[in-house]
């Protein structure tokens, strides 16, 4: 039996993905949720200046700093999963296309270090935004702003090549989809060209979350450069549109994830099909392809 169904339970593999698929959506969907929050709370403090409005601006600066944090280790997370399904399917491509193996490899090794350093980037943007709420309160000064600033901008640059990875490899996955032609593997097939089409649309999509990120850090470092000590409602207020479209497009890089992650589920019952296939396969040659379904079929005999 072939090496990629003896080592782990790719149907688990399958699920874990579609998980952490699902938590890393709903991270940026918390993250944002703050922020909206903190926008609102803002326009009150703004319209009726009180203890109470100061408070609940605190507490949101506290919930968004903790949210990016989780966000940190929702990537490192969702890293961990893909890196488990990634060998299986790295596995399969050996068997299958082994001229293509080596470079889907080197795709998968920058996507593991790139998410790893995105997970560091979120989770040090949190623990700058926590500073916000240092002594003196509401009276922060600009440079801890600057800082935040230069954070969203590695966050730009981290989610830009996340994308660039997650396009390639999809690229990759779509090229593999509809190329073999052989009845026993034409669900694996389909599930190969379904995921990389999902997959490169989800690279455009951390390419536009990317450029939201920029946008906010060059507007929080025009207001910080302007002169005035802000204070954090007045920033939240002055890039509230900001927040606001990066809120619109969180709405729909999650439900790209939802389908993403349901791929990674497809794809693992694929598998599971032909693994357990019983129906004769006519292959012809020694080759290490034919070699394989044979395999698979006297095992499924046994």
């Known amino acids: 039996m072939p090496d990629v169904f003896l080592k782990i339970n790719v149907d688990d593999l399958g699920h874990q993905a579609d998980h952490q698929f699902l938590k890393l959506g709903t991270g940026f969907d918390q993250a944002s949720d703050s922020f909206i929050d903190l926008i609102a709370d803002a326009v ?58 080596p470079v889907l490899a080197n795709l998968f090794l920058k996507l593991d270090s790139d998410l790893q350093g995105t997970g560091a980037d979120f989770a040090a943007l949190g623990d700058d935004f926590l500073k916000l709420n240092d002594p003196p309160p509401l009276e922060n000064s600009n440079e801890v702003f600057l800082k935040i600033a230069d954070d969203f901008v590695k966050i730009d640059s981290a989610l830009d090549l996340v994308g660039d990875d997650f396009g390639r490899i999809g690229a990759d996955f779509i090229k593999f989809g509809g190329g ?12 190969f060209f379904k995921l990389g089409g ?12 990317s450029d ?7 507007d929080i470092r025009e207001a910080a450069d302007s ?25 729909k890089f999650d439900g790209d ?8 589920v497809k794809l693992a019952d694929a598998f599971h099909d032909f693994e357990h296939a019983r129906i004769p396969i006519d292959v012809n040659g020694s080759d290490s392809l034919s070699q394989m379904l044979q395999a698979m079929h006297d095992f499924s005999l046994l």
């Open 198 to 209: 999902d997959t490169v649309k989800i690279g455009d999509d951390f390419h536009n979350l």
């Open 257 to 264: 994830l939802r389908a993403l992650g349901g791929d990674y």
């Open 44 to 101: 009150k403090l703004n319209d009726g200046p009180g203890s109470a409005h100061d408070a609940f601006i605190k507490h949101d600066v506290q919930t968004t700093g903790l949210d990016f944090i989780k966000l940190g280790d929702d990537f490192l997370k969702l890293d961990e999963a893909l890196h488990k399904i990634d060998d299986t399917v790295l596995d399969f491509f050996i068997k299958f296309d082994p001229g293509d193996a």
């Open 227 to 251: 002169g005035l000590t802000l204070k954090i409602d007045q920033l939240t207020l002055k890039i509230a549109d900001d927040f606001k479209a990066l809120d619109a497009d969180i709405i």
């Open 180 to 191: 073999l032609e052989l009845p026993a593997v034409q669900h694996i097939d389909e599930a």
């Open 212 to 218: 939201h990120f920029l946008k906010i850090a060059t």
